[in-house]
């Protein structure tokens, strides 16, 4: 079993900065990619960014120069990095990974953490 925890989310000033952090634990052969997602009220889940293992990296084009992600693979950790956040940033982020397993791979989530950034 596979789980992740985010940390990190809270109330903002528009402007203003947050990091999120995600550990993942359990049984892992390998984290594939792992990504943050984000979902506010009313709307649906949306990628916000991606790392690869090899530190291949996408974002969402509502975030790009704002957003920084980042693993550490070791730690089996990802981080994203917020800054000049804006009130439409407000949601709840959630931490995804598909992890390499004995016998093939899996999608996992995180329970979520939220943002909230103040006009």
């Known amino acids: 079993q596979v789980q992740l925890v985010e940390s990190g989310g809270g109330l903002v000033q528009a402007g203003g900065s947050l990091r999120l952090s995600c550990a993942a634990s359990?049984?892992?052969?390998?984290?594939?990619?792992m990504g943050w997602y984000r979902q506010a009220p009313g709307k649906q889940r949306e990628l916000v960014a991606a790392?690869?293992?090899?530190?291949?990296?996408n974002y969402a084009d509502s975030v790009k120069g704002r957003f920084t992600i980042a693993r550490d693979n070791a730690k089996n950790t990802m981080y994203v990095q917020m800054s000049s956040l804006r009130p439409e940033d407000t949601a709840v982020y959630y931490c995804?990974?598909?992890?390499?397993?004995?016998?093939?791979?899996?999608?996992?989530w995180g329970q979520g953490t939220q943002v909230t950034v103040s006009s």
């Open positions: 359990g049984t892992i052969f390998g984290i594939i990619v």
């Open positions: 790392i690869t293992s090899g530190g291949h990296t």
């Open positions: 995804n990974a598909v992890v390499r397993l004995p016998t093939g791979q899996d999608n996992y």
